[in-house]
């Protein structure tokens, strides 16, 4: 059937300008994006709206791990009956199936040249055989603790015990953010073509101690997550009631005139674990144009080689009836797809008892990324 609608998944860190991207791109595509929808939060409620074994007398905690093939996410999320809340989301962006394939590939291609004289990095066509056996090979002890190379003695390489440490490190840092201890957690399900691998379960059943589970399809879980929440936001379909409350993952500030906003420390307006959608309102007295400046508050929250510059806003020109500052009331928006934006500003003119409203030039402009 025709497709129109749409919910797109995306990774949590995705900065301002990929998500404005995904949604232009969507739109040239000629689809219709209701929003965008975070991996893990979409695993969430894939996972929670067909439960009803939820205990009355509180909170259900819930980890979601997902290793893809370039990344690692990690979410927790609170159940309760009829509704689910994103706590917090941390992620790994260069740990993955990918990586793994990349250490075996390094392994064999060193062995070869010490036992066989053999440099498969001289060779193109060596080097692609090379790398598609050694995906086969990990797909393989993935599903069976015996193999050719037996996975214990895989693990027992130093770069494989580098990157299964490294998953340790997300899983943590969700903990701490969302303020619960390892006890705390009801389960944690384990999504993601990473996830298959023995060793990585071993992993982290040490950091939450206890055994993850594999209640969902680990590569449906996202597309299915999405699909109903796009049921849920369209007029088509009937959906039972079921509340999706994620947070961003960044702490967003902005700068008046290039001087942080008084609205808690270092200029901080939207601070990380914030509920999307939110609004704020901000009223500044002023007697002509002036800049407002969004931009990420703490990079080491963020991927790593992104400008802190998201976008800049220009409110006026306006002209003030007397000579004291007009007082403008300017509307800021964190929306449902994670972008922020002005989304109006207006100047009140005191007379009296009486208040004149007229809606200002909103000039904006988009930083570009930086890698």
């Not at 260069?94 to 070869?112: I, P």
């Not at 589970?213 to 088509?236: H, Y």
């Amino acid at each position: 059937m025709p497709i129109s609608d749409c919910v797109i998944g995306i990774p949590s860190y995705f900065t301002d300008l990929q998500r404005r991207a995904y949604l232009d791109a969507a739109t040239v595509a000629g689809l219709k994006p209701l929003r965008l929808m975070h991996d893990c939060t979409a695993t969430a409620l894939s996972y929670g709206i067909y439960k009803t074994d939820f205990p009355s007398s509180g909170p259900t905690y819930v980890a979601f791990v997902d290793i893809g093939h370039c990344d690692t996410q990690v979410s927790i999320a609170s159940f309760e009956a009829g509704q689910m809340k994103i706590l917090s989301q941390t992620f790994e962006r260069s740990l993955g199936g990918r990586d793994f394939d990349e250490v075996l590939f390094g392994h064999f291609a060193a062995q070869f040249k010490e036992q066989y004289r053999i440099d498969v990095y001289s060779n193109v066509k060596a080097s692609i055989r090379l790398r598609a056996a050694c995906e086969k090979l990990k797909k393989v002890l993935s599903a069976n603790a015996e193999a050719p190379l037996n996975i214990e003695c895989l693990m027992d390489e130093k770069d494989v015990k580098g990157l299964l440490e490294r998953i340790g490190a997300p899983c943590s840092k969700a903990l701490a953010d969302a303020g619960l201890t390892a006890e705390k957690i009801h389960s944690v399900e384990l999504v993601g073509s990473g996830s298959r691998i023995p060793a990585v379960g071993r992993v982290l059943a040490s950091v939450f101690r206890k055994e993850p589970r594999r209640t969902l399809n680990a590569s449906e879980c996202v597309a299915r997550g999405c699909a109903l929440q796009c049921a849920m936001l369209s007029p088509v379909f009937r959906v039972r009631e079921y509340e999706v409350q994620d947070s961003i993952p960044f702490s967003i500030g902005f700068l008046l005139d290039e001087a942080p906003i008084c609205t808690g420390s270092n200029g901080i307006l939207f601070p990380k674990g914030q509920p999307i959608p939110s609004v704020k309102v901000l009223t500044f007295r002023r007697s002509s144009s002036f800049h407002l400046e969004a931009f990420y508050a703490n990079l080491n929250e963020g991927p790593a080689g992104v400008s802190s510059k998201i976008s800049c806003f220009k409110i006026g020109p306006f002209q003030c009836s007397h000579s004291e500052k007009a007082r403008v009331k300017v509307k800021i928006q964190l929306d449902l797809n994670g972008v922020v934006s002005v989304e109006s500003a207006m100047v009140i003119e005191e007379h009296g008892d009486d208040s004149l409203q007229g809606v200002l030039l909103i000039q904006w402009t988009q930083w570009t990324l930086i890698v």
